[in-house]
C-alpha cells in the first residue's frame, strides 16, 4: 500500500473512533469504558478468526508466535483501556492536547533506546511549545479531572512503548503477518480485559444502562467495536510504510481537527480565554513538530506497529 494512502486511511479511522467513543461514553453516559474494552478486542478476534476460516486473511496461531511478541499485548492492553477511560471523563480539546504528549515520550525512547539523532534546535521549540500549551490549558481547566489526567499520561505512555517496542524487535516480528500481530495483541488482552470487568463489576453497570432501549446507542456502539478493527489494521499498515513516529505525528495532527471540533461534541468542553490560548499555543507546536519531522531527512522505515488514538 502507498505510504500516503496508509496515512490517510489511519488518520480517517483514528478520527472516527475519537467521536464515536466519545458520542458513546459522554454524550449517551455509557457507563463502562472496560466492558467497551473487552467487546473491542473480543469482536476483532471473532472477525479475524471467521476471515482466516473462509481464507480471506491468512496468519499463525501458535503460542511461539504468541510468545514472540511479549510485552506488546501488555502495552496494547494498556493503551486501550487507560485511552477509553480517560476520553469517558476529560474533553475533546484536553484530550487532544495530553495525547499530543506522547510525540515528546515517543521522541525520547526513539532517542534512548534507538539512538535516533537529529538537528534538535527546531525540535526542542516544538516541544517547548507543546509543553507550555497543555501547561496553560490544564492549569485554565475548569473541568479538571486529576483522574482523567492521569488515566492519558499512562495512555501516552504504553503507546510510546508499543511503537518503540516493536522496532526493537523487529527481527522476532519477521515472521509474522500484520495480521497474526494484530490477533495475537487482540486475544491476549481479551482475559485481563475480562478480569477487570469481573473485579469492577461491569456487567452489572452494562445491563442496567438505561440507554440500550436508545437505537444511536446500538448504532455507535457497534460504530466504536468495528472502527476497532478498521483503525487497528490502518495503524498497522501505516506505522509498516512510514514509521512509528511518522504515525505518531499523524495522529497529532489529526488532533488539530478533534480539538477546534471536540468544543462541541460532548458538551464537557467549558471554554475559558486562557484555556483555548493554550489549546492553540499547544497545538502550534504540534504542527510544527510535523513539519520538522517531515522535512528531515526519510530513513527506510522498519516494519511494527503503535497504536495512537
Known amino acids: 500500500m502507498a505510504p500516503m494512502l496508509s496515512a490517510y486511511m489511519y488518520a480517517l479511522f483514528s478520527f472516527l473512533m475519537v467521536i464515536a467513543n466519545k458520542l458513546l461514553l459522554t454524550s449517551y453516559l455509557f457507563p463502562s469504558p472496560a466492558f467497551l474494552c473487552l467487546t473491542q478486542v473480543s469482536s476483532t478476534c471473532l ?14 496461531a501458535s503460542l511461539s508466535d504468541a510468545a514472540g511478541i511479549f510485552p506488546l499485548p501488555i502495552y496494547f492492553f494498556g493503551n486501550l483501556v487507560f485511552g477509553l477511560s480517560g476520553t469517558q471523563v476529560v474533553s475533546l480539546p484536553m484530550f487532544t492536547v495530553l495525547r499530543r504528549l506522547c510525540i515528546l515520550m515517543t521522541f525520547i525512547g526513539e532517542l534512548i533506546f534507538l539512538q535516533r539523532r537529529g538537528d534538535n534546535r527546531g525540535v526542542g521549540l516544538a516541544v517547548f511549545l507543546m509543553l507550555l500549551g497543555a501547561s496553560i490549558a490544564a492549569i485554565n ?10 488515566f492519558l499520561m499512562l495512555n501516552n505512555l504504553f503507546t510510546a512503548a ?56 446500538w448504532a455507535l456502539f457497534c460504530t466504536s467495536n468495528l472502527l476497532q478493527l478498521f483503525l487497528l489494521y490502518s495503524t498497522i499498515q501505516c506505522t ?21 471540533l471536540g468544543m462541541f461534541i460532548g458538551r464537557d468542553y467549558v471554554f475559558t480565554l486562557h484555556n483555548f490560548m493554550g489549546l492553540n499555543v499547544s497545538t502550534l507546536g504540534g504542527v510544527l513538530y510535523t513539519y520538522l519531522t517531515f522535512k528531515a531527512p526519510k530513513v527506510e522505515p522498519q516494519k511494527g506497529t503503535v497504536i495512537v488514538r
Not at 472477525?47 to 499463525?60: D, E, N, P
Not at 495483541?185 to 461491569?202: D, F, K
Request: charged share 10%.
Open 162 to 217: 508499543y511503537g518503540i517496542t516493536v522496532k526493537l524487535k523487529t527481527g522476532n516480528l519477521s515472521g509474522l503477518s500484520k495480521y497474526g500481530i494484530l490477533y495475537h495483541c487482540c486475544s491476549i488482552a481479551v482475559l485481563p480485559c475480562l478480569a477487570l470487568n469481573l473485579w469492577t463489576g461491569e456487567f452489572s453497570r452494562v445491563a442496567d444502562y438505561r440507554g440500550w432501549s436508545l437505537p444511536v446507542v
Open 240 to 260: 509498516a510504510d512510514n514509521g512509528p513516529l511518522t504515525t505518531t505525528v499523524i495522529g497529532v495532527l489529526k488532533n488539530v481537527l478533534v480539538t477546534y
Open 141 to 150: 481547566d475548569l473541568t479538571f479531572d486529576l483522574a482523567g489526567y492521569a
Open 47 to 60: 472477525f479475524l478468526l471467521t476471515a482466516r476460516t473462509f481464507g480471506i486473511v491468512q496468519f499463525g
